[in-house]
């Protein structure tokens, strides 16, 4: 498609940012907002003490502002009572709206997704290009989608919408435009073949546990293509998905080898990961080993868990972290060109006190805004500790230094290592509207954790909120970059990322001491580009295809959809 | 990092069967004045080195506990091997050659928490016990906990150099922790001693490929191929080396070994819990756990306990017929 661009200076002087104070490195601080956030969300496994493979990866969670007022909110999904439980009235997945001031109300019935399915993974996507963000789960069972009516309320759209799919062991999910044509599709993940009438146990110490997950059979994944009717399609015959299985976990949507359309990474529990390339014809390769992602460096598949897609070395190319099983270190595919990735997870320094923990959610986002992205991994066990062992685990944080390596700070960093949970998903994204991106961590078969980012705010900041016309209504897919001074960044907008999970609909861009952006360039899905000039700081700046800026609010006014 | 479930080049197996290169390391303090210590012992018994202990050490030793109910009862050769440590703790609770004992045949039968208190205890009576320091460095490795390793295989090394594994082990805690340059000397000095030993070539080779030196890589991989014909991942290095050389071809070959061989490892689903050993490997972890302790015993002149621990090293698992049940899932996280 022709490119367009779309050069505009923000002309208003009162949108200039505050007077920039001088650089300084100080810490990365969380503090624990769990107790007065209002949030009473317990997870439950559902389980009934028989050992269920499900028990074993639920669940992921959303951020994202469903009622748009600017603020976002969170939908944490949880498991049922399985079969042989007792009923739980109160389980199931929770949606907090997000009311201010750390401030959530549990909306979940007053919107319509109080839903009892056994919820694994979630993406969230404005599939009918209304303005208004739908959400996918992932389950275990019939998956489910319900549309945003845009008052606060959703109706569940499955059955219309023919994305049930029956009743796999469900893992992540994402919303993706793979032709560009500006309707989202969906690519949704399998585990393996669990059901009921397949159920195994390992025995352990003398008692049973969960099987190893080799026990079963791996399911393959679905695609389904969106028909801007509202009605998806399965493609995943067509597509060539469907002939590759593994056991999959999360997932991330992202342009591989910046040839403009998106590809599909895999992670698979102790199988290669899988990478399908897009092959532009609606059809996709699988070329992991090909492209050095299906592994570590060493050549073993992973027990690969979660994953996030970003450019953490400001080379301009998307990298991959994977969180994989205890005793693996992280896995870290450094982007080389050419589609091609060499795992520098050892050299990077990631081997540093993350190794023994089993790893789940990840995210690769700049914590401390000096520009370059960190690493946050969620830990938890799988298996009932043995004696002296533990189930719960803090997460891990890595500094970016900006030289290619980064520093374990985990002890460094308020309240975080003192937040222990057998951990899955993470969400990682600025609640508060103060510049600084915010945790929210799923505990399996516990409360959920907030974590506020306290880090002395010295450092400038840009978000970025996407509006398509002819590509995705919300950017789905697009590639943003920002040029501050010497500092180029680059971020794609992804739907469905890290453990099973979605968050960072509205890419954070941390710029250190630069108090000025010379410009915001935009390469849509569809392949368009915008370009917006010299744009203020420390703000959440909104632009729309084709037409540029439309909202730089600040940081404490957000504009609406 | 411990490639479990793929085939790594073959390590050497930790410290090989104990008693006769590793018990007279281990003791070396021991042996060097065994009889003045015995004689301390005997005389003063514990209480001599709970006078000289500091408070830590008087915490370490404290925590350690007997084991015997810990093990489920249809685990035959669990249970004998705890029954072996907890004698040793019984008659030897302060000497360090028997803390040391201890803790490795709590270690080998799966009892990690309670082997590392043993082997720390007998630390905490001599520093630099370098068999003690390797052992619970493996340990350290096995687990992911890299600075421990290194600190732990660094200060082995530093007593003993010859110690069997700590080279190699060391090697891959360094370069797990992004210290390459450091592993590379470390590792060819263990090669310089050790030339067949495959994982010390692949872990070379890696470092090797971090520090991006193909070439090296590419023929440190290769020599671990040569060791261990059956290592995929040491095909994997090849390959990678040879895509960053250009050699499409070669890197196109060993990358389809790799995936054959991987393919064909049938260790991948048992990463995460050791499956069960064979009868034979049963009886030879208990028969080194029964000699190790003979020669405790032995060296403390206690020769009729040795004789008789000498006697069920020779016969270990009587009249067992059937591999016993699969230890626990120590260390299944």
């Given at each position: 498609?022709?490119?367009?661009?779309?050069?505009?200076?923000?002309a208003?002087?009162?949108l200039?940012?505050?007077?920039?104070?001088?650089f300084?490195?100080?810490?990365?601080?969380?503090?624990?907002?769990?107790?007065?956030?209002?949030?009473?969300?317990?997870?439950?496994?559902?389980?009934?003490?028989?050992?269920y493979?499900?028990?074993?990866?639920?669940?992921?969670?959303?951020?994202?502002?469903?009622?748009?007022?600017?603020?976002?909110?969170?939908?944490?999904?949880?498991?049922?009572?399985?079969?042989?439980?007792?009923?739980?009235p109160?389980?199931?997945?929770?949606?907090?709206?997000?009311?201010?001031?750390?401030?959530?109300?549990?909306?979940?019935?007053?919107?319509?997704?109080?839903?009892?399915?056994?919820?694994?993974?979630?993406?969230?996507?404005?599939?009918?290009?209304?303005?208004?963000?739908?959400?996918?789960?992932?389950?275990?069972?019939?998956?489910?989608?319900?549309?945003?009516?845009?008052?606060?309320?959703?109706?569940?759209?499955?059955?219309?919408?023919?994305?049930?799919?029956?009743?796999?062991?469900?893992?992540?999910?994402?919303?993706?435009?793979?032709?560009?044509?500006?309707?989202?599709?969906?690519?949704?993940?399998?585990?393996?073949?669990?059901?009921?009438?397949?159920?195994?146990?390992?025995?352990?110490?003398?008692?049973?546990?969960?099987?190893?997950?080799?026990?079963f059979?791996?399911?393959?994944?679905?695609?389904?293509?969106?028909?801007?009717?509202?009605r998806?399609?399965?493609?995943?015959?067509?597509?060539?998905?469907?002939?590759?299985?593994?056991?999959?976990?999360?997932?991330?949507?992202?342009?591989?080898?910046?040839?403009?359309?998106?590809?599909?990474?895999?992670?698979?529990?102790?199988r290669?990961?899988?990478?399908?390339?897009?092959?532009?014809?609606?059809?996709?390769?699988?070329?992991?080993?090909a492209?050095?992602?299906?592994?570590?460096?060493?050549?073993?598949?992973?027990?690969?868990?979660?994953?996030?897609?970003?450019?953490?070395?400001?080379?301009?190319?998307?990298?991959?972290?994977?969180?994989?099983?205890?005793n693996?270190?992280?896995?870290?595919?450094?982007?080389?060109?050419?589609?091609?990735?060499?795992?520098?997870?050892?050299?990077?320094?990631?081997?540093?006190?993350?190794?023994?923990?089993?790893?789940?959610?990840?995210?690769?986002?700049?914590?401390?805004?000096?520009?370059?992205?960190?690493?946050?991994?969620?830990?938890?066990?799988?298996?009932?500790?043995?004696?002296?062992?533990?189930?719960?685990?803090?997460?891990?944080?890595?500094?970016?230094?900006?030289?290619?390596?980064?520093?374990?700070?985990?002890?460094?960093?308020?309240?975080?290592s003192?937040?222990?949970?057998?951990?899955?998903?993470?969400?990682?994204?600025?609640l508060?509207?103060?510049?600084?991106?915010?945790?929210v961590?799923?505990?399996?078969?516990?409360?959920?954790?907030?974590?506020?980012?306290?880090?002395?705010?010295?450092?400038?900041?840009?978000?970025?909120?996407?509006?398509?016309?002819?590509?995705?209504?919300d950017?789905?897919?697009?590639?943003i970059?920002?040029?501050?001074?010497d500092?180029?960044?680059?971020?794609?907008?992804?739907?469905?990322?890290?453990?099973?999970?979605?968050?960072?609909?509205?890419?954070?861009?941390?710029?250190?001491?630069?108090?000025?952006?010379?410009?915001?360039?935009?390469?849509?899905?569809?392949?368009?580009?915008?370009?917006?000039?010299?744009?203020?700081?420390?703000?959440?700046?909104t632009?729309?295809?084709?037409?540029?800026?439309t909202?730089?609010?600040?940081?404490?006014?957000?504009?609406?959809? | 990092?411990?490639?479990?479930?793929?085939?790594?080049?073959?390590?050497?197996?930790?410290?090989?069967?104990?008693?006769a290169?590793?018990?007279?390391?281990?003791?070396?303090?021991?042996?060097?004045?065994?009889?003045?210590?015995?004689?301390?012992?005997?005389?003063?018994?514990?209480?001599?080195v709970?006078?000289?202990?500091?408070?830590?050490?008087?915490?370490v030793?404290?925590?350690?506990?007997?084991?015997?109910?810990?093990?489920?009862?249809?685990?035959?050769?669990?249970?004998?091997?705890?029954?072996?440590?907890?004698?040793?703790?019984?008659?030897?609770p302060?000497?360090?050659?028997?803390?040391?004992?201890?803790?490795?045949?709590?270690?080998?039968?799966?009892?990690?928490?309670?082997?590392?208190?043993?082997?720390?205890?007998?630390?905490?009576?001599?520093?630099?016990?370098?068999?003690?320091?390797?052992?619970?460095?493996?340990?350290?490795?096995?687990?992911?906990?890299?600075?421990?390793?290194?600190?732990?295989?660094?200060?082995?090394?530093?007593?003993?150099?010859?110690?069997?594994?700590?080279?190699?082990?060391?090697?891959?805690?360094?370069?797990?922790?992004?210290?390459?340059?450091?592993?590379?000397?470390?590792?060819?000095?263990?090669?310089?001693?050790?030339?067949?030993?495959?994982?010390?070539?692949?872990?070379?080779?890696?470092?090797?490929?971090?520090?991006?030196?193909?070439?090296?890589?590419?023929?440190?991989?290769?020599?671990?191929?040569?060791?261990?014909?059956?290592?995929?991942?040491?095909?994997?290095?090849?390959?990678?080396?040879?895509?960053?050389?250009?050699?499409?071809?070669?890197?196109?070959?060993?990358?389809?070994?790799?995936?054959?061989?991987?393919?064909a490892?049938r260790?991948?689903?048992?990463?995460?819990?050791?499956?069960?050993?064979?009868?034979?490997?049963?009886r030879?972890?208990?028969?080194?756990?029964?000699?190790?302790?003979?020669?405790?015993?032995?060296?403390?002149?206690?020769?009729?306990?040795?004789?008789?621990?000498?006697?069920?090293?020779?016969?270990?698992?009587?009249?067992?017929?059937?591999?016993?049940?699969?230890?626990?899932?120590?260390?299944?996280?």
């Amino acid at each position: 498609m022709p490119s367009r661009a779309f050069v505009s200076g923000v002309a208003a002087v009162a949108l200039m940012a505050l007077p920039c104070p001088v650089f300084a490195a100080g810490p990365i601080v969380f503090r624990d907002k769990t107790a007065a956030t209002g949030i009473d969300f317990r997870h439950t496994t559902g389980g009934s003490g028989r050992k269920y493979m499900a028990e074993t990866v639920a669940s992921g969670l959303a951020t994202f502002d469903y009622d748009g007022d600017g603020r976002l909110d969170l939908y944490l999904l949880s498991g049922v009572p399985l079969e042989g439980a007792p009923s739980d009235p109160r389980a199931g997945s929770r949606l907090y709206r997000n009311v201010g001031d750390w401030q959530f109300a549990d909306t979940t019935v007053a919107a319509g997704l109080d839903q009892r399915g056994y919820a694994l993974g979630v993406a969230v996507g404005d599939y009918d290009a209304d303005g208004w963000p739908d959400v996918y789960t992932n389950d275990f069972g019939p998956n489910t989608l319900h549309r945003n009516n845009g008052d606060g309320t959703f109706t569940d759209v499955t059955a219309a919408a023919g994305v049930a799919r029956g009743e796999a062991l469900g893992a992540g999910a994402n919303f993706l435009d793979i032709d560009g044509d500006g309707v989202l599709d969906l690519f949704v993940a399998n585990y393996v073949d669990f059901r009921y009438d397949t159920h195994r146990t390992s025995l352990v110490a003398g008692r049973p546990d969960y099987a190893r997950p080799r026990e079963f059979a791996p399911r393959a994944n679905r695609l389904f293509r969106g028909t801007g009717q509202g009605r998806f399609d399965d493609v995943s015959a067509a597509a060539g998905i469907a002939a590759h299985a593994g056991a999959g976990m999360g997932s991330v949507c992202f342009d591989a080898d910046g040839d403009g359309r998106t590809d599909i990474f895999l992670c698979n529990d102790q199988r290669f990961d899988f990478l399908f390339h897009n092959e532009g014809d609606g059809s996709f390769r699988e070329s992991a080993l090909a492209a050095g992602v299906a592994c570590n460096v060493l050549g073993a598949p992973t027990a690969s868990m979660g994953v996030d897609a970003g450019d953490y070395d400001n080379d301009g190319r998307i990298d991959l972290v994977v969180t994989p099983y205890f005793n693996e270190l992280p896995v870290l595919h450094h982007a080389l060109g050419g589609g091609q990735f060499e795992d520098v997870a050892a050299r990077a320094g990631l081997g540093v006190r993350a190794v023994a923990a089993v790893k789940w959610g990840v995210a690769l986002v700049d914590l401390d805004n000096d520009g370059h992205r960190d690493i946050v991994i969620t830990c938890g066990r799988i298996y009932e500790p043995a004696a002296g062992e533990r189930s719960a685990w803090p997460p891990v944080l890595f500094r970016n230094l900006g030289n290619g390596r980064f520093a374990n700070v985990s002890d460094q960093a308020g309240d975080l290592s003192a937040c222990s949970g057998v951990a899955r998903g993470l969400a990682c994204d600025d609640l508060d509207g103060d510049g600084r991106v915010d945790l929210v961590i799923l505990n399996r078969d516990g409360p959920a954790t907030v974590l506020r980012n306290e880090s002395p705010a010295a450092n400038h900041w840009v978000g970025v909120r996407l509006r398509g016309k002819r590509a995705a209504a919300d950017g789905t897919g697009a590639r943003i970059t920002v040029v501050a001074g010497d500092l180029v960044q680059v971020a794609e907008v992804h739907s469905g990322r890290g453990y099973q999970s979605h968050f960072g609909a509205w890419p954070h861009f941390g710029l250190g001491t630069h108090d000025r952006i010379d410009r915001i360039e935009v390469r849509w899905a569809g392949g368009t580009t915008d370009v917006v000039g010299d744009v203020p700081v420390d703000r959440l700046v909104t632009i729309v295809e084709g037409t540029g800026p439309t909202d730089t609010a600040g940081s404490t006014e957000r504009g609406q959809p | 990092m411990t490639a479990r479930g793929t085939r790594t080049p073959r390590r050497p197996t930790p410290p090989p069967p104990p008693p006769a290169r590793a018990a007279a390391r281990v003791s070396r303090w021991v042996v060097s004045g065994l009889v003045v210590g015995t004689v301390l012992l005997a005389g003063l018994g514990g209480g001599f080195v709970w006078w000289r202990s500091d408070r830590e050490v008087a915490r370490v030793l404290a925590a350690l506990r007997p084991l015997a109910a810990e093990v489920p009862a249809d685990q035959v050769e669990r249970r004998a091997a705890i029954e072996v440590a907890d004698r040793l703790l019984r008659d030897f609770p302060t000497a360090p050659e028997a803390l040391y004992a201890r803790g490795r045949i709590l270690l080998r039968h799966g009892f990690q928490a309670e082997a590392v208190k043993s082997l720390e205890a007998a630390i905490a009576l001599v520093p630099d016990l370098a068999a003690a320091h390797e052992l619970l460095g493996l340990d350290a490795l096995q687990r992911g906990h890299y600075e421990a390793a290194a600190g732990h295989l660094q200060r082995g090394l530093a007593s003993d150099p010859t110690l069997p594994a700590a080279g190699v082990a060391l090697g891959e805690a360094l370069n797990n922790l992004g210290r390459m340059r450091e592993a590379v000397p470390v590792l060819e000095r263990f090669i310089a001693v050790n030339p067949a030993v495959a994982a010390a070539h692949f872990q070379l080779g890696q470092a090797w490929s971090y520090l991006h030196e193909y070439g090296r890589a590419k023929a440190s991989h290769l020599e671990a191929l040569r060791h261990d014909p059956t290592s995929g991942l040491a095909c994997y290095g090849v390959a990678l080396a040879c895509d960053r050389l250009g050699e499409k071809e070669m890197a196109g070959e060993y990358r389809r070994r790799h995936v054959e061989l991987v393919a064909a490892d049938r260790r991948i689903g048992q990463r995460r819990v050791r499956e069960g050993q064979s009868a034979d490997e049963a009886r030879g972890a208990l028969a080194a756990a029964y000699d190790l302790a003979a020669r405790i015993y032995a060296a403390n002149d206690r020769p009729a306990e040795a004789a008789a621990l000498r006697a069920s090293a020779a016969d270990p698992l009587p009249g067992a017929t059937a591999p016993p049940s699969p230890p626990a899932g120590a260390g299944r996280p």
